[in-house]
């Protein structure tokens, strides 16, 4: 008998007649004799649409009744899911974030979960009894709701399994696996059996959709065996493995796991800003006081006026916000001159292969120069290289990079 967390999206939630089939996918679980745990999103595009009524209240919403508001939609879809096991002969209930409870802090709309009771939930589970948790929401040390983020259900299925000391943690969406690449612009793109914590986080942080970046980094924390898997398929998923979990196997493979690209980016570049000692401190310390997530940073070589030109990239929807920021921090950073661009996009190689081999940055360089394609910034980790190109290469520089990595399936297993 496992342990098993299993968690559905959106998608997967969207009207009554989809969750009576996570119902049955669930009853399987326990009929094949597993002790089941269930984490749900709200319906897809229920989140909007609570949103959109915080913002038609008050444009400036208090963000402890926002967080009140926009964790509705998974209260809902709890409940429904239980009604749907007990229609189909389970026992099972809703432990809503505040019953179990999920502990948070009390950042509102952007809490981070500090700890889970589990003893009540797992004396229920261990009777037989399939719980039902909502994702994307906890509660603060002062009694109130809180919420994750976005995406923030996946986040609430891994904390529970590691909770629950769960033998896996099964997240359901409407993809069957983590692919080379996004299948929709290169159709040769191969789902993956494997692939490593790292290269998964590496790959959701530059713009993979298929987890949300904080569920994996706490996967990887807590060892949690993380499965992705398709709600309207039995086809086999893609596993999250530790770098050395699989031996050879893992180091062995393909050089690199897959490109990602990230049309959500805007770059910024601050012209005539003074050579001196504590200038990038002044430039990149009011970005962070106003919470602006800075990517890419490149300084050009001191001009002989003593002056240097500093380029950064920030989220797309951020770019007004830093705009402002910059604007209001000119004098006491000394600049010039302020240029944007919200017409790029940025791309991505992941590896764990690229540790022990050269020359993978030199390929990727070759592969978009041979078509033409300009790089603008550049940004490496252990495991990754990316640039910012315009956006409207973006899906080019995708199926030449695929290619020039030897990530294309053969034709003829093509679906």
Known sequence: MARIVMKFGGTSMAGTERIRGVAARVKREVDAGNQVAVVVSAMAGETDRLVGFCREASPLADPREYDVVVAAGEQITAGLLAIALQAAGLPARSWLGWQLPIHSSSAHSVARIEGIDTDAVMAAMAKGEVAVVPGFQGVSDDGRITTLGRGGSDTSAVALAAALKADRCDIYTDVDGVYTT???????????????????????????KVLQTRSVELAMKEKVRVQVLSSFSDAPGTMLVDEDEDGNTIMERELIAGVAYDRNEAKVTLVGVPDRPGVVAAIFGPLADANINVDMIVQNIAKAERTTDVTFTVPRTQLPRSLDVLDKAKDSIGFIQVLSDDAVAKISVVGVGMRSHAGVAVTMFRALADRGINIQAITTSEIKVSVIIAEEYVELAVRVLHTAYGLDAPAEVVA
């Open 182 to 208: 996004d299948p929709r612009i290169v159709p040769r793109a191969r789902k993956l059996a494997r692939i490593t914590y790292e290269e998964m986080l590496e790959l959701a942080s530059v713009g993979a």
